[in-house]
């Protein structure tokens, strides 16, 4: 493929409003993504025989005018889905990897922006990794998609607005959480909540309403303090602690933790060869209004770049606002208190790849970033830390007194390919030839 | 439903453009067997970036389940179950 294509990863709502801009300065674009469908987290699609679910029709009109826009665009972006971007080599060459089994697509394009949207930040507990136990945004990523929620009683935990969205979705869909979590007590800081823009308020208020009506108890400042397995009646048997202290057991099937949201940006380089740009929430997450805005804007900058059009950034007041009510919410809902490793119990794994526990770490003693990547193996595994290097990154200096400050190097570095890719895959790849670079 | 999937030889129907992730949660498998280093396979953060759902396809290598989607008559299994000269990622 020639040079004088655009690669945009990440068909979400960011993605394609970057691919509309970029097509209609009559720029060629190339949108993939790893999902089988186009719509990102936000705009996640049911399957097409699976029930989809009600949603607001503003939301429903957004989605459909940027689709109409991105097909009114059939000749010049071609979107495919079920393809993963392995990453950016440093000679400007971009891996695109099949998922349905076909060969690896190797090209090079005039420019690459990366819409990969959040990733949800889950700290470990103990007998985190039992089975049934996964993220609130893939309980919510499940309901969306297959239009029905999991079978048995479900529990949310963790902190951050996502908890009471997806458990009013969930309600609606016919399965209520026994219960919500929240470490956070917003309610400490109701006047500030009375800053945020209207629209935000009037979600907050649907979704409360809903949780009421399906008598979801939500308990405040609370946490998850340990999974086990359960017994023939649940999945799992999740024990509490409340505010006050005291500690319950409840059965559940599913428990989704959620701890906050981070930039799905791992192994995102700008290299010599070839300029990256990041977009929407893997930019910074300012959700799903203010990525349309800033896939606009990154979109009409890479076309000022390859020199169609004049950029000027009048989406900026707009995407201020929406940052201005996340560090509202922000005030609201807390960063949770960094893990303490030194109170941790010894058998919570902190890596899953390679399943190392907070015992595995203590028995390597003083260590640095790279002695608990190379001998400890932790951070290794094919996430390549992506789920618990920063846990990694706090454990290590937690405690300056123990030498354990002493990390010079980052617990993450990007290496090439950014996800596992199959070796044949590429191996039958064709190089794209050098010389189209100078097309 | 538009076909059918096998799970350790078990027969379970899809809905066409599924993926093996709600098909086997539909069917109340929620635990995928043992990843090569112990821990327990399941879904985790459901839009392929953990990798703690990976299941062998036979024939094909492994895949995430979250992302993979169901094709009629597609053998699954827990990951090493198959031998390995049976899942080269040709096929042959």
């Not at chain 1, 049911?46 to 429903?60: C, D, H, N, Q, Y």
């Given at each position: 493929?020639?040079?004088?294509?655009?690669?945009?990863?990440?068909?979400?709502?960011?993605?394609?409003?970057?691919?509309?801009?970029?097509?209609?300065?009559?720029?060629?674009?190339?949108?993939?993504?790893?999902?089988?469908?186009?719509?990102?987290?936000?705009?996640?699609?049911?399957?097409?025989?699976?029930?989809?679910?009600?949603?607001?029709?503003?939301?429903?009109?957004?989605?459909?005018?940027?689709?109409?826009?991105?097909?009114?665009?059939?000749?010049?972006?071609?979107?495919?889905?079920?393809?993963?971007?392995a990453g950016v080599d440093h000679?400007?060459?971009?891996c695109?990897?099949?998922?349905?089994?076909?060969?690896?697509?190797?090209?090079?394009?005039?420019?690459?922006?990366?819409?990969?949207?959040?990733?949800?930040?889950?700290?470990?507990?103990?007998?985190?990794?039992?089975?049934?136990?996964?993220?609130?945004?893939?309980?919510?990523?499940?309901?969306?998609?297959?239009?029905?929620?999991?079978?048995?009683?479900?529990?949310?935990?963790?902190?951050?607005?996502?908890?009471?969205?997806?458990?009013?979705?969930?309600?609606?869909?016919?399965?209520?959480?026994?219960?919500?979590?929240?470490?956070?007590?917003?309610?400490?800081?109701?006047?500030?909540?009375?800053?945020?823009?209207?629209?935000?308020?009037?979600?907050?208020?649907?979704?409360?309403?809903?949780?009421?009506?399906?008598?979801?108890?939500?308990?405040?400042?609370?946490?998850?303090?340990?999974?086990?397995?359960?017994?023939?009646?649940?999945?799992?048997?999740?024990?509490?602690?409340?505010?006050?202290?005291?500690?319950?057991?409840?059965?559940?099937?599913?428990?989704?933790?959620?701890?906050?949201?981070?930039?799905?940006d791992y192994g995102v380089t700008?290299e010599?060869?070839?300029?990256?740009?990041?977009?929407?929430?893997?930019?910074?997450?300012?959700?799903?209004?203010?990525?349309?805005?800033?896939?606009?804007?990154?979109?009409?900058?890479?076309?000022?770049?390859?020199?169609?059009?004049?950029?000027?950034?009048?989406?900026?007041?707009?995407?201020?606002?929406?940052?201005?009510?996340?560090?509202?919410?922000?005030?609201?809902?807390?960063?949770?208190?960094?893990?303490?490793?030194?109170?941790?119990?010894?058998?919570?794994?902190?890596?899953?790849c390679?399943?190392?526990?907070?015992?595995?770490?203590?028995?390597?003693?003083?260590?640095?970033a790279k002695?608990?990547r190379l001998?400890?193996?932790?951070a290794m595994g094919p996430c390549q830390g992506r789920?618990?290097g920063?846990?990694?990154?706090?454990?290590?200096?937690?405690?300056?007194?123990?030498?354990?400050?002493?990390?010079?190097s980052p617990v993450l570095s990007s290496r090439w390919p950014i996800a596992p890719i199959?070796?044949?895959?590429?191996?039958?790849?064709?190089?794209?030839?050098?010389?189209?670079?100078?097309? | 439903?538009?076909?059918?999937?096998?799970?350790?030889?078990?027969?379970?129907?899809?809905?066409?453009?599924?993926?093996?992730?709600?098909?086997?949660?539909?069917?109340?498998?929620?635990?995928?067997?043992?990843?090569?280093?112990?821990?327990?396979?399941?879904?985790?953060?459901?839009?392929?970036?953990?990798?703690?759902?990976?299941?062998?396809?036979?024939?094909?290598?492994?895949?995430?389940?979250?992302?993979?989607?169901?094709?009629?008559?597609?053998?699954?299994?827990?990951?090493?179950?198959?031998?390995?000269?049976?899942?080269?990622?040709?096929?042959?």
């Open positions: 493929m020639a040079r004088n294509v655009v690669l945009v990863v990440g068909a979400g709502i960011a993605g394609i409003s970057a691919a509309n801009v970029l097509a209609d300065a009559g720029q060629e674009v190339l949108l993939v993504d790893q999902a089988p469908q186009a719509g990102g987290n936000f705009y996640r699609q049911s399957f097409p025989e699976a029930r989809e679910l009600p949603r607001p029709r503003r939301v429903r009109e957004r989605w459909q005018g940027a689709m109409a826009r991105l097909q009114a665009h059939g000749d010049k972006i071609s979107l495919r889905c079920s393809v993963r971007f000679t400007g060459v971009a695109l990897s099949d998922l349905k089994g076909n060969n690896d697509h190797l090209l090079r394009p005039a420019a690459v922006i990366v819409a990969t949207g959040a990733t949800e930040c889950v700290r470990p507990r103990p007998g985190g990794t039992t089975p049934g136990v996964m993220t609130v945004g893939a309980l919510q990523t499940l309901l969306k998609s297959s239009g029905e929620s999991p079978n048995g009683p479900i529990v949310l935990a963790g902190t951050g607005p996502l908890l009471m969205a997806v458990g009013a979705q969930l309600a609606k869909a016919g399965n209520p959480p026994l219960c919500i979590l929240d470490t956070a007590r917003p309610y400490r800081r109701a006047l500030s909540g009375l800053r945020l823009p209207a629209s935000y308020l009037l979600e907050a208020v649907d979704y409360l309403g809903t949780l009421v009506r399906a008598g979801v108890p939500i308990y405040w400042g609370a946490e998850v303090a340990g999974i086990a397995p359960g017994d023939r009646h649940h999945r799992l048997k999740i024990s509490i602690q409340t505010r006050g202290g005291k500690r319950r057991q409840i059965g559940a099937d599913y428990l989704g933790l959620h701890d906050g949201l981070k930039p799905n700008t010599p060869e070839l300029k990256v740009w990041r977009t929407g929430d893997c930019r910074e997450v300012l959700g799903a209004r203010a990525a349309a805005l800033d896939g606009e804007r990154i979109g009409s900058q890479v076309a000022d770049y390859l020199g169609g059009g004049k950029f000027s950034d009048r989406w900026a007041p707009d995407i201020a606002r929406h940052r201005q009510a996340q560090a509202v919410l922000h005030l609201l809902y807390p960063d949770m208190r960094p893990f303490d490793i030194a109170g941790a119990d010894k058998t919570t794994v902190l890596c899953r390679e399943n190392r526990t907070v015992e595995d770490l203590r028995a390597l003693g003083q260590t640095t002695q608990a001998l400890g193996r932790f789920f618990c920063e846990t990694l990154a706090a454990s290590l200096t937690a405690n300056p007194d123990d030498g354990r400050s002493a990390v010079a199959r070796v044949q895959g590429i191996v039958d790849a064709e190089l794209p030839d050098p010389s189209s670079a100078n097309e | 439903m538009s076909g059918v999937i096998h799970w350790h030889g078990k027969a379970l129907p899809f809905r066409k453009g599924e993926t093996v992730a709600t098909v086997l949660l539909r069917a109340g498998v929620v635990d995928f067997g043992a990843s090569a280093t112990g821990q327990r396979c399941s879904i985790f953060c459901g839009i392929g970036q953990c990798q703690s759902c990976l299941v062998e396809v036979k024939s094909r290598g492994v895949a995430e389940a979250c992302l993979l989607i169901c094709e009629e008559g597609m053998h699954l299994s827990s990951v090493g179950e198959y031998p390995l000269a049976e899942s080269g990622t040709h096929g042959s």
